[in-house]
């Protein structure tokens, strides 16, 4: 079989490659490869069961049509500042251009109009003031919100329209290397049961997102593409009462601290705010079970989650970031038997773990009821860790009770985007005929970014002679 286009993976990075393409009238063939399912068919087992069944060949909350974004909380960063290192390959100014162009489709799709972080000047200021004196940077980010179960009807016409333009839709097989002869890349090979499936193609689009990440790291060793070993993020995610986040959640929504707590001085942040939202569990290949966070538009909790994350970065002649972030979730989940582990605040100062009993006398209920309360210490590396309950006290001074003794971390919160690819500025790799685009690229980190870069990688082969 013979494309002019093929994407291995339905994430929002492979998404808007086709979807551009087609809205600007290529009519080359293309062929999106995705080793999960349609979202019609993306179910999860816990919605009856009420724990993770750890299920085979792969989480449906990771991996299908759309790729982790749509059973994720679905939030939509419209600022370049947020989002990864791409504006720093294609300028800022044109960053922000393509990300006011990418949410007016968004909006076609069926987005929520509204947009967080926008107003509540004042009140804003006032958050900022605290940040500056506790050394944090808040920045400001307008913050579109799907929510989980919009996003998947969302995606879901979104896999129709592309349906209905021509576009190839290949599910249940999974890609398991490339075809790169004399430096050229001239299509993959797919997995088809016991056979290998040859899918020849001018041009091919790598885009597997963070699941993919380890994937493509050991393809670009196999293959000499050129790229670097990056950042990894290690951290927790923190659940406490809405009431504690009330303000922030008002006004911001979604409040994105920096800071570079002593002594180490490593950079860690806030990611993914979900008001009124829940922790959830995602699995990944290696029966490596991370934690996450999702908010609804309609489902409610009482409690509001966010990660911290730590950013790791390492020298010569280290160059696994992901082996090394994988180690650690792997001793995490050995701890809780399969699962992810849950601490009390206070019993991390005081040296303790935390016992299940103490949990349920909370005013803080944990909103992952399958979490197992123990000692994520006896995992976590003493810098990450040490990091963490720094920047904790400090989040503490902008949001008063941040650290209270019954706030909860939950582990392991893992982010797989370490490895960048090099890339020139029309997102071509050292192998010709290749690109690589989003969260396993490197260069994105979370929706909107992926998706524009899908954009602009749609563009370019627009540009090209049909």
Known sequence: M?????????????????????????????????????????????????????????????????????????????????????????????????????????????????????????????????????????????????????????????????????????????????????????????????????????????????????????????????????????????????????????????????????PFKNKVRTFCQNPGGFVSQENYDNDLAVVNGHSFKEKKSDNTNVAILCSHNFNNPFNQPIEYAQKVGELTNMLGAGHILVQRYGDILDGKRTWQKELAQSNLRPTLPDAVAGDITAAMPYRAMTNIINFIQAVDYVVPGFASYETLLYSPELKFYSNKIDMDVDLNTSVKGLHCLGDSSGWTRGLMMASIMGVLMGRKFSEENE
């Open 2 to 262: 013979k494309y002019n286009v093929v994407i291995v993976g339905a994430g929002p990075a492979g998404i808007f490659t086709a979807l551009e393409m087609r809205k600007r009238g290529s009519q080359k063939s293309i062929l999106i490869i995705e080793k999960g399912q349609p979202v019609e068919k993306r179910t999860c087992p816990k919605i009856v069961t009420k724990k993770c069944m750890n299920c085979k060949p792969y989480c449906h909350i990771t991996t299908g049509f759309s790729g982790a974004g749509a059973f994720s909380d679905g939030k939509l960063s419209l600022s370049c500042e947020v989002g990864g290192d791409l504006p720093g390959l294609i300028g800022e100014d044109f960053a922000q251009e393509l990300i006011d162009y990418t949410d007016g489709i968004y909006l076609d799709f069926g987005a929520d109009e509204h947009v967080e972080g926008v107003s509540a000047d004042e009140e804003v200021k006032a958050i900022r003031k605290r940040a500056i004196k506790a050394g944090l940077k808040l920045v400001d980010c307008p913050i579109r919100h799907l929510g989980t179960e919009k996003a998947q009807q969302l995606y879901l016409d979104i896999e129709h329209w592309l349906q209905e333009h021509g576009v190839d839709l290949c599910f249940g097989r999974e890609c398991n290397d490339l075809l790169i002869e004399n430096g050229v890349c001239k299509g993959v090979f797919l997995q088809n049961g016991a056979e290998t499936e040859t899918i020849y193609a001018d041009e091919v689009v790598v885009a597997t997102g963070r699941r993919g990440a380890d994937w493509l790291e050991k393809l670009c060793s196999e293959h000499g593409i050129e790229h670097k070993a990056g950042t990894v993020d290690i951290g927790v995610r923190v659940e406490c009462r809405n009431e504690v986040m009330e303000t922030v959640n008002k006004a911001l929504y979604e409040s994105k601290l920096i800071g570079y707590p002593k």
